[in-house]
């Protein structure tokens, strides 16, 4: 059997999602208050709560990374129950995995190269794929575990750059 390596990060939240909480904490006071001086019946306000809760709710995002085989899956967990997959690389796509550095990423942008960050909140130190996909360039940003950077090193050997 191949080695493996699964590793759960709890997803950071950005300032997008921040204020996405404070308005589905906000909407509902303030609708309440709407409802109250115009006179409207009170039970229009379940819809609004139920809205506040799924928007409070669906930004609570855990990042599950599977490494099989030289192969690395990214799925995103929201809310603890819906799972979607967002991406896998093949050991074939796979151009080189390096540590992450924030300066290089404009750089990549400006040739073009999409980034897809899935780091966590953990203290592990981001690291990235760089792989080609379809003949595009991509690059993924994900928390590099010492379990998980292990396995790469043992599985993709030429690929894999300690400093760069």
Same mark, same amino acid.
């Given at each position: ?99 992450? +550095? #924030? ?5 990549? *942008?400006?040739?073009?190269?999409? =980034? %897809?960050?899935?780091? /966590?909140?953990?203290?592990? +130190? #981001? ?5 080609? *996909?379809?003949?595009?360039?991509? =690059? %993924?940003?994900?928390? /590099? ?20």
């Amino acid at each position: 059997m191949e080695n493996y390596v699964e590793h759960l990060v709890k997803g950071k939240i950005e300032a997008k999602d921040r204020v996405i909480q404070i308005f589905a904490v906000f909407f509902p006071l303030a609708f309440l208050v709407f409802c109250y001086f115009m006179a409207l019946p009170f039970i229009i306000l379940f819809p609004v709560l139920f809205l506040s809760y799924y928007l409070v709710n669906s930004v609570d995002r855990e990042y599950e990374y599977l490494y099989l085989g030289g192969s690395f899956t990214v799925d995103q967990i929201i809310h603890r129950g819906k799972r979607k997959q967002m991406i896998e690389i093949s050991p074939e796509e796979i151009l080189e995995i390096q540590p992450f +550095r #924030p300066e290089r990423e404009e750089g990549w *942008k400006r040739e073009g190269v999409s =980034v %897809l960050h899935v780091e /966590g909140l953990g203290g592990n +130190r #981001p690291y990235c794929i760089l792989f080609q *996909k379809q003949g595009k360039k991509q =690059v %993924l940003v994900f928390d /590099g575990k010492d379990s998980l950077l292990k396995e790469m090193k043992l599985q993709a050997r030429g690929k894999f750059q300690e400093e760069v």
